[in-house]
């Protein structure tokens, strides 16, 4: 079982940069891939970025080049770096938790945290 928490989330300029973490409890932290999507109103769930146990990372096209996903396993956290910001990346940002490879589906994720909210103002 891991729990998951996400924070850092919040309100920016467009242009600018936020990092979201999340926090994990629970074992064996390091042997899951790590991935982050997001939810705007209206809309499905979509994938951001993920990394795997062995620090792999992948990302959607649409953050590719802007968003950095990273981890410590000392701290049992992964962290989403977001830079250049636009009004179209506010959603609520969650992380999951998954034993798969560098998926990107949603449904192969075990374990979700609560969200946390980024808003983006132009």
């Known amino acids: 079982q891991v729990q998951l928490v996400e924070s850092g989330g919040g309100l920016v300029q467009a242009g600018g940069s936020l990092r979201l973490s999340c926090a994990a409890s629970?074992?064996?932290?390091?042997?899951?891939?790590m991935g982050w999507f997001r939810q705007a109103p209206g809309k499905e769930r979509e994938f951001v970025g993920g990394i795997g146990w062995s620090g792999d990372e992948y990302y959607s096209d649409s953050v590719k080049g802007r968003f950095f996903v990273s981890r410590d396993n000392v701290k049992n956290t992964v962290y989403l770096q977001m830079n250049s910001l636009k009004p179209e990346d506010t959603a609520v940002y969650y992380c999951?938790?998954?034993?798969?490879?560098?998926?990107?589906?949603?449904?192969?994720?075990?374990?979700w945290g609560r969200g946390s909210q980024v808003t983006v103002s132009s």
């Open positions: 999951a938790a998954t034993r798969s490879i560098a998926t990107s589906r949603s449904w192969q994720f075990d374990y």
């Open positions: 629970g074992r064996a932290f390091s042997s899951y891939t």
